[in-house]
Nanobody, 115 residues
Framework: VQLVESGGGLVQPGGSLRLSCAVS????????MSWYRQSPGKERELVAA????????NVADSVKGRFTISRDNAKNTVYLQMNNLKPEDTAVYYC?????????WGQGTQVTVSS
């Protein structure tokens, strides 16, 4: 099983990035997908989640209205569109897949918001 994130980088405050997580080795459509992030000295926190069936979305209050999670089951990929980025969004962003008792993490991609 592989979860490969991409799309991170350095962006100025107010800018945008789109993260992608390509999943292989599982039946992607069965999995609920999430994005987490972790900053130095802080615990890993949930940013956004999308379930497998109805596409129901859950977004953290800290990013609501700025970040959007989506998935393309035909491409086995989940996305995180991040707009109006702030310095406090700086973190390593991780992709997470969950189905029943199965759990998988990606390796993470760094997002740095700085002028």
């Amino acid at each position: 099983v592989q979860l490969v994130e991409s799309g991170g980088g350095l962006v100025q405050p107010g800018g945008s990035l789109r993260l992608s997580c390509a999943v292989s080795g599982v039946t992607f459509s069965r999995y609920a997908m999430s994005w987490y992030r972790q900053s130095p000295g802080k615990e890993r926190e949930l940013v956004a989640a999308i379930n497998s069936a109805s596409g129901t979305v859950n977004v953290a209050d800290s990013v609501k209205g700025r970040f959007t999670i989506s998935r393309d089951n035909a491409k086995n990929t989940v996305y995180l569109q991040m707009n109006n980025l702030k310095p406090e969004d700086t973190a390593v962003y991780y992709c997470y897949a969950r189905f029943q008792f199965l759990r998988y993490w990606g390796q993470g991609t760094q997002v740095t918001v700085s002028s």
